[in-house]
């Protein structure tokens, strides 16, 4: 297989090179529905999965048990909740996302209390750790990203339509419901094969924050999907190498690159309307 003969730093890389395609391309269309709240309240509770997940590896030790597909399951239910409570709640759907965002903080801090896990397994699931990518979790990562690429070939116009607005999608003939299932299988996708990369604490900023900065330049919803990319790609390979060579959290230098490429973006158009008038 690929990923056997692959270097625990080699594996890092690639699995840091897919993780930044895949999550500004969600993040985008989380923009879109204005529901970017929903990647950090998914985030806590596939924290709740992975916490369940090591829980029940200490307890069934006989049984190989990977948290991180315990923390897509999780993340997928939190998915579907968070879907049906913003239509339980349809005049007040900004409920919904704090509400699951709560409960899987909550849980997490009982599972993790009970837990005898050390700080080091904590910390790389909480902050990311690229040397710490088994070939399994990569295997992982790929397949995932597979699914989410297929899924978007697949029904990229639904999805946007329906992100766009949903009761003109109703009008056309498209499942919103379908359509919202699918969604949200895509986020809960990508935030469990995102936490080995930037940990789940900081998935939802790389899931976002490239978007932010793209909105500065792009002019359309393809340039949009098309900038988010390139940047998320830009932070995670500069937070990856500067966290290499110094020792440094990558989840945390990845956040940090992708602040400053936002910042960037945002003070590029007064730094060349000065050098205009400056020339003027």
């Known amino acids: 297989m690929f990923e056997l003969s692959l270097s625990f730093i080699e594996r890092g890389i690639v699995a840091a090179m897919i993780v930044g395609v895949i999550a500004p391309l969600v993040g985008a269309m989380l923009f879109v529905r204005r529901s970017s709240v929903v990647s950090e309240s998914l985030s806590h509770v596939t924290l709740t999965g992975v916490s369940a997940g090591v829980l029940l590896a200490q307890v ?8 991180l597909y315990i923390g897509f399951g999780f993340a997928l239910v939190g998915s579907l909740l ?16 704090p509400m699951i965002l709560s409960a ?30 088994s070939p399994s979790d990569l295997r992982f990562i790929m397949i995932t990203a597979f699914i989410v690429l ?6 990229q116009k639904e999805l946007i339509i329906v992100s766009f607005d949903e009761e003109f999608a109703k009008v056309s003939g498209v499942s919103t419901k379908g359509m919202n299932f699918l969604f949200s299988i895509l986020v809960a996708l990508v935030i469990s094969m995102s936490m080995k990369v930037v940990g789940i604490l900081l998935v939802g900023a790389l ?22 990319v390139i940047l998320g790609e830009v ?42 008038e400056g020339s003027s």
């Open 60 to 67: 069934m030790e006989t049984i190989p048990m990977n948290p």
């Open 82 to 97: 968070i879907e049906k409570l913003r239509q339980t709640f349809h005049h007040f759907q900004d409920l919904a996302a």
């Open 104 to 133: 899987g903080i909550g849980l997490s801090a009982v599972l993790m209390s009970i837990s005898t896990a050390g700080y080091n397994e904590w910390y790389d699931y909480l902050f990311g750790s690229i040397i710490s990518v």
């Open 150 to 155: 297929l899924i978007f070939y697949f029904f």
């Open 207 to 228: 899931i976002s924050l490239p978007v932010a900065a793209s909105l500065k330049v792009a002019r359309s919803f393809r340039q949009l999907l098309v900038w988010s």
């Open 235 to 276: 932070a995670v390979m500069s937070g990856v190498y500067f966290s290499y060579h110094y020792s440094i959290a990558p989840g945390g230098m990845i956040v940090v690159m992708s602040v400053l490429l936002l910042l960037l973006f945002l003070l590029l158009p007064s730094l060349m309307h000065r050098k205009q």
